[in-house]
Nanobody, 117 residues
Framework: QVQLVESGGGLVQPGGSLRLSCAAS????????MNWFRQAPGKERELVAG???????NYAESMKGRFTISRDNVKNMVYLQMNSLKTEDTAVYYCHSKRIGGRRNYWGQGTQVTVSS
């Protein structure tokens, strides 16, 4: 059974940094594309960043230059380094995975990120 467990969220001041981690289990990690989504109160869930099984990355426009997604195929981990955080980055951040060519989506339980002074 695929499980994704996020960690690293918390309260940070504007301009600060956080690194989110997602531990994956129950899957052949190297064959899965991994993504980070977020959902702010009253808003739809949106894609933040993605990294393919082969290591290619993509970012939402507003995150480019501030966020960096990476993966460790030995540790079955995916990370999201978030710098220059803004109040509008406040949201619950979710780890997501989908096998190459697969149909099923897997989600973690989410981790809260609050950017506030």
């Amino acid at each position: 059974q695929v499980q994704l467990v996020e960690s690293g969220g918390g309260l940070v001041q504007p301009g600060g940094s956080l690194r989110l981690s997602c531990a994956a289990s129950g899957l052949t990690f190297s064959t899965y594309n991994m993504n980070w989504f977020r959902q702010a109160p009253g808003k739809e869930r949106e894609l933040v960043a993605g990294i393919s099984a082969g290591g290619s990355t993509n970012y939402a426009e507003s995150m480019k230059g501030r966020f960096t997604i990476s993966r460790d195929n030995v540790k079955n981990m995916v990370y999201l380094q978030m710098n220059s955080l803004k109040t509008e980055d406040t949201a619950v951040y979710y780890c997501h995975s989908k096998r190459i060519g697969g149909r099923r989506n897997y989600w973690g339980q989410g981790t809260q990120v609050t950017v506030s002074s």
